[in-house]
């Protein structure tokens, strides 16, 4: 039986202590290339004396990335059906609990003014992850929307814009669908966290690549030494941004996650009804959330990834 559970974002195999090498890597080159640009006949000795143990120690660190940037890639092309949820604040109405989230997701699945809802055979297999953050007072929701905003990429989390919300009767009226709707999107495109680290990664597997050719430079263009420490001190603080706003993510607390497993939508449901551990929200709380759904077999190493399973 699937169970509600606070939310605990599971690091990719590897991701971590490659992030803390390269961090460290670049900070290290950044330190010494800054600190010696302006002797550059030192420098280049000291560069060519340790230039075949530095390449192989460079080549195989490079190596560890490139898997790394891989298996992230290869998640973020996932395709998946997006469902958002902004829960009844940004609509004028008042608090519903988790009850109200829960009754307009299954009444989005027959929804047909929506042209992107799930649409799968009767016994389909597919998963899906609801993430949800609830309060009982609006300073506190605000706190938790940041969170659900910074995971999935939702400016319109912030009630500060002017973009609230929209008509409901209206949209009715005219014969379109009834909010929320769903979207069909890639992972990376709902995911920014992780497609910047797989950027930040190639921008310092780029960097990293070209230590060997520092030599070749030295005795050219002081300022050429400058800008590299520069961009490698730019990365070391890039990479430190990210393992930050994933761990604040990793520690955040009043978000919950439900994976579930089932043979088409309706079983979907079911599941979900059935879950266990339900938060601790009555019917006069703010909810808001998001759901996630895919076809099994393609949807296993999302749930792995987004700490699901």
């Known amino acids: 039986m699937s169970e509600w559970r606070p939310f605990n974002l599971a690091m990719i195999p590897g991701v971590s202590p490659a992030l803390d090498t390269v961090g460290q890597a670049a900070g290290t080159l950044s330190g010494l290339l800054d600190a010696l640009a302006g002797l550059l006949e030192t420098l280049a000795q000291l560069v060519s004396f340790m230039a075949d143990a530095m390449h192989a120690a460079i080549q195989a660190l490079i190596a560890i990335i490139q898997e790394l940037i891989n298996q992230i890639y290869n998640l973020l092309q996932t395709g998946i059906y997006f469902y958002l949820d902004k829960g ?13 989230f829960l009754s307009r997701w299954k009444s989005s699945f027959d929804d047909m003014g929506d042209g992107n809802r799930p649409q799968f055979a009767e016994n389909a297999q597919m998963s899906a992850m609801l993430f949800v953050v609830g309060a009982n007072d609006l300073p506190d929701l605000y706190r938790l929307l940041r969170l659900l905003a910074m995971l999935f990429g939702i400016p319109s989390l912030d009630w500060e814009e002017d973009e609230y919300g929209f008509d409901v009767p209206t949209r009715i009226e005219n014969g379109m669908s009834t909010p929320p709707d769903w979207e069909s999107v890639c992972l990376g495109e709902i995911c920014p966290p992780f497609a910047r680290l797989a950027e930040i990664l190639t921008q310092a597997m780029g960097m990293l690549s070209v230590t060997d050719d520092y030599a070749n430079m030295l005795d050219a263009l002081a300022e050429i030494i400058s800008e590299k420490a520069a961009l490698l001190s730019a990365i070391a603080d890039e990479i430190q941004a990210v393992v930050d706003a994933i761990t604040a ?39 808001a959330g998001t759901c996630l759904l895919g076809a099994t077999a393609d949807f296993g190493p999302v749930v792995e990834l987004l700490g699901g399973g």
């Open 249 to 287: 993510l990793i520690e955040s607390a009043g978000l919950y996650i439900l994976q579930i497993d089932g043979n088409g939508v309706a079983d979907l449901i079911v599941k979900t009804e059935a879950a266990t551990d339900v938060p601790p929200w009555n019917l006069e709380s703010w909810v």
């Open 88 to 100: 009844p604040f940004f609509t004028g109405g008042s608090p519903d609990g988790l009850h109200g």
